[in-house]
């Protein structure tokens, strides 16, 4: 099994933690845990961690799918490589450190994570295309 694939297990593993903790977060909000329970016909205010949380899996679930996909790539190909590897790395600690970030409601910092996960995917990316199979 690639780095790549690996870094997707653990990226995979920060998403997990991500979307369980909106709804710890939320738990101790006044009627959330009986909205919770029940068919969430009607959408329920958040407190603002939660929300936050919430918001940065979704942001999270938007680039992890094209990763995983392009990790399987790599795998399959035989063109993991050093850039590959980087990148694969670089987009971890990326996704890793934007959901403190946005959690504390970090401006600017938290787009240069995101985008900090963006090269990353793009240097697997580049790898995958553009790379010689071992």
Request: proline share 6%.
């Amino acid at each position: 099994m690639t780095q790549e694939l690996w870094v997707a297990v653990w990226a995979g593993l920060v998403g997990l933690i991500t979307l369980l903790a909106a709804p710890v977060a939320a738990y101790t909000a006044p009627g959330y845990p009986k909205w919770n329970a029940g068919p969430r016909d009607t959408p329920f205010e958040l407190p603002p961690v939660a929300g936050r949380l919430q918001r940065a899996f979704a942001n999270f679930m938007e680039t992890y799918v094209f990763f995983a996909v392009v990790a399987v790539c790599l795998n399959f190909s035989a063109k993991s490589d050093l850039i590959s590897i980087w990148g694969s790395h670089i987009y971890l600690v990326g996704r890793i450190a934007y959901v403190p970030l946005y959690v504390l409601g970090v401006r600017g910092i938290r787009s240069l994570a995101w985008i900090f996960s963006l090269i990353g995917l793009l240097m697997c990316l580049y790898t995958l295309f553009f790379g010689h199979a071992l």
